[in-house]
Nanobody, 114 residues
């Protein structure tokens, strides 16, 4: 059974940084493209970054130059380094395989506020 466990969120001031982690189990991690998603209150979930099996990355325009997605296949973990955070980055962040597993994790809350 697929398990996705996100961590690393918190409250941070504008301009600050956070590093999110997503530990996975129940999948052959290296075989999957992985994505980080976020959902703000009242908004639809959006894919903000993804990384291919070979390490190629892609980002939504609003986070380009600020966020970096990476993966460690030995640890079955995907990361999201978030720098220069803005209030509009406030959301619950989730990771998932692409295509998505139906087993979404609990997510991790990121709040950017002064």
């Amino acid at each position: 059974q697929v398990q996705l466990v996100e961590s690393g969120g918190g409250l941070v001031q504008p301009g600050g940084s956070l590093r999110l982690s997503c530990a996975t189990s129940g999948i052959i991690f290296s075989s999957y493209r992985m994505g980080w998603y976020r959902q703000a209150p009242g908004k639809q979930r959006e894919l903000v970054a993804h990384v291919t099996q070979g390490g190629t990355t892609n980002y939504v325009d609003s986070v380009k130059g600020r966020f970096t997605i990476s993966r460690d296949n030995a640890k079955n973990t995907v990361y999201l380094q978030m720098n220069s955070l803005k209030p509009e980055d406030t959301a619950v962040y989730h990771c998932n395989t692409i295509p998505n597993s139906p087993s979404w994790g609990q997510g991790t809350q990121v709040t950017v506020s002064s």
